[in-house]
């Protein structure tokens, strides 16, 4: 196809006209920074420059002066236009300097029009969205501080008969014995010793603000764990241990919420109602303390693999479900604001998370050999490592393993 036949009728808002010649600008946006002492500059690239179309068009015949002012109408209307330019096609553009109309006697019935367009983009603004992990963290802390109340609310020692006091002690340091007892996933995230804390509950227990106080500090804050341990493990197994420290937590929080839900004794003495309250609110209080501690860390972990974010975000959910059964109102409002900031936290996160497949090496290999084989990348040898509990990563064995999808 010859170049006269792909060339276009030009138009500009749907008003014709002829072209005598054209011209553009196209390239990158580009700055040079010069150091001293260096010979050679840094050109840094900002993206692609703006594209301009500068047209020399004309309008001929009898009618010409119509012509000119229909274009000149459409040349001051507000706002962006389309532009069929006769090379370039159709265009979305914007008059960049006023257009220059010219007339003369010696190209009677005629006149030429001097046109300066650049594209036109959209005027874009950034989109306002909810910080998701904010919501989920300042719904654990109104978790934390309408559980403190309740307590304060519900258990008293004071001005009671010795026994209450005892019951309150022997409560405590058998809540305190099954986090002591706890999957080490637990006990590596104790901010206070156990121990510490049972040889004082004695002068702990009769001060319900401080003891509320120290139950729920009694884990490192979520945001602390989550940098602690990938420290350690490097990222796949921070997130790993931290899911598992999630998945302790919540069933231990069930362990608790059983406890407390224990039908209180009728038909007896005050101090045995009052103590059998006690215990009841104690236990309540280990309980929103542990997912106080598994709302915070779900929030702010990295959750690199679907399948355990997923668990770990119903797991969740259900553990706040499970404390919501039994508990005062504020209390419950305040669990079902936590469970639907972690759903919707959790939720938004999961199209970032890859997905698992099994696979079966087709020979003992080492792990390097299998990351690349997988991902065409060795470094990830600690990812499958990790992910697989593979005690010999020199030696892989035949079996079915788990690795990420991408």
């Known amino acids: 196809m010859a170049w006269k036949d792909r060339m ?7 008003v014709p006209f002829e072209v005598e010649s054209d011209d553009g600008t196209f390239g990158r946006r580009t700055v040079v920074h010069e150091y001293p002492q260096r010979d050679k500059p840094y050109a840094e690239d900002n993206g692609r420059a703006t594209r301009e179309f500068s047209i020399t068009a004309f309008l001929i015949g009898d009618d010409y002066l119509e012509k000119r002012d229909r274009l000149l109408e459409a040349i001051e209307t507000k706002g962006p236009g389309t532009l069929v330019h006769p090379w370039y096609g159709e265009l979305k553009v914007s008059l960049k300097d006023p257009a220059r109309v010219s007339h003369s006697k010696q190209n ?27 919501k989920a963290l300042a719904a654990a802390d109104n978790l934390q501080d309408a559980g403190s109340f309740d307590f304060v609310k519900k258990f008293d020692v004071n001005a009671k008969p010795q026994s209450v006091f005892d019951d309150a002690v022997s409560t405590f340091n058998d809540g305190l014995d099954l986090i002591d007892k706890a999957t080490s996933n637990i006990k590596s995230i104790i901010d206070n010793p156990i121990a510490f804390l049972k040889a004082n509950a004695a002068t702990l227990i009769p001060d319900a603000v401080a003891m509320a106080n120290t139950v729920f500090n009694l884990f490192k804050r979520g ?3 989550v940098g602690s341990v990938e420290g350690l493990f490097g990222l796949g197994g921070a997130s790993a241990r931290n899911g598992d420290a999630v998945s302790a937590l919540t069933s231990l929080s069930k362990t608790f919420s059983t406890l407390a839900s224990t039908p209180a004794p009728t038909g007896v003495s005050a101090a045995r109602a009052q103590s059998a309250s006690n215990a009841a609110a104690i236990n309540h209080l280990f309980s929103q303390s542990l997912l106080v501690q598994a709302v915070g860390m779900t929030t702010t972990m990295d959750m690199p693999i679907y399948d355990d974010a997923v668990k770990i975000r119903d797991n969740v959910t259900a553990a706040l479900d499970n404390e919501s059964l039994t508990v005062a109102d504020p209390v419950y409002v305040a669990l079902q604001d936590a469970r639907a900031a972690v759903y919707a936290d959790v939720t938004s996160r999961l199209s970032q998370s890859a997905r698992l497949k099994t696979i079966t090496p087709a020979s003992v290999m080492p792990g390097l050999v299998t990351a690349y084989d997988q991902f ?8 499958i490592v990790n992910m697989n509990k593979i005690r010999r990563p020199g030696f892989i064995p035949v079996e079915p393993i788990k690795v990420l999808s991408a």
């Open 8 to 14: 276009v009728a030009a138009s500009f808002r749907g």
């Open 108 to 134: 009677g019935g005629m006149c030429t029009v001097q046109l300066s367009f650049v594209e036109s983009g959209e005027l874009t603004f950034p989109s306002a969205a909810d910080s998701l992990g904010s």
């Open 223 to 225: 945001e602390s764990v």
């Open 376 to 383: 065409e990348d060795v470094s990830r040898e600690a990812e």
